[in-house]
C-alpha cells in the first residue's frame, strides 16, 4: 500500500494550491480518503474528507469555503484544492485512506509521508 502526496510549496496569502495523493496497492474506489494537517506541537487535525463514491465530503470549520476535496477513481488520485490561502494554513498535509460506510470509518488507516505547505509574503 502506497500514498504519495505532491503538490505542496510556497504560496503567497491569497494564492491557491492543488495537492494530489496517488494512491496504489488496493482498491481505491472501495475506500473513503481524508485530507490533514499538522504544525509542530500540535495533533493532526482532519481538513477535508470524502466517501469512497465521493459523493459526500465534508470540511473543518476552518476550511470551507475555501478547500475542495475530490478523487479520480479512474486515476487512483484524491485532490485537495486550496484557495485563498492564510498563514494559518501552513501545515505539512497527509492524505489518509480508510474504509468507510456511511459515517463509520473503519479497518486499517492508511497514510502518505506529508507534503509542506507554507503560506507566507
Known amino acids: 500500500v502506497q500514498l504519495v502526496e505532491s503538490g ?3 504560496v503567497q496569502p491569497g494564492g491557491s494550491l492543488r495537492l494530489s495523493c496517488a494512491v496504489s496497492g488496493f482498491t481505491f474506489s ?3 480518503m481524508r485530507w490533514y494537517r499538522q504544525t509542530p506541537g500540535k495533533e493532526r487535525e482532519l481538513v477535508a474528507a470524502s466517501t469512497s463514491a465521493g459523493g459526500s465530503t465534508d470540511y473543518a470549520d476552518s476550511v470551507k469555503g475555501r478547500f ?3 478523487r479520480d477513481n479512474t486515476k487512483n488520485t484524491v485532490y485537495l484544492q486550496m484557495n485563498s490561502l492564510k498563514p494559518e494554513d501552513t501545515a505539512v498535509y497527509y492524505c489518509n485512506a ?3 460506510y456511511g ?3 473503519y479497518g486499517n488507516d492508511y497514510w502518505g509521508q506529508g507534503t509542506q505547505v507554507t503560506v507566507s509574503s
Open 8 to 10: 505542496g510549496g510556497l
Open 30 to 32: 472501495r475506500y473513503g
Open 68 to 70: 475542495t476535496i475530490s
Open 98 to 100: 480508510r474504509l468507510v
Open 103 to 105: 459515517s463509520i470509518w
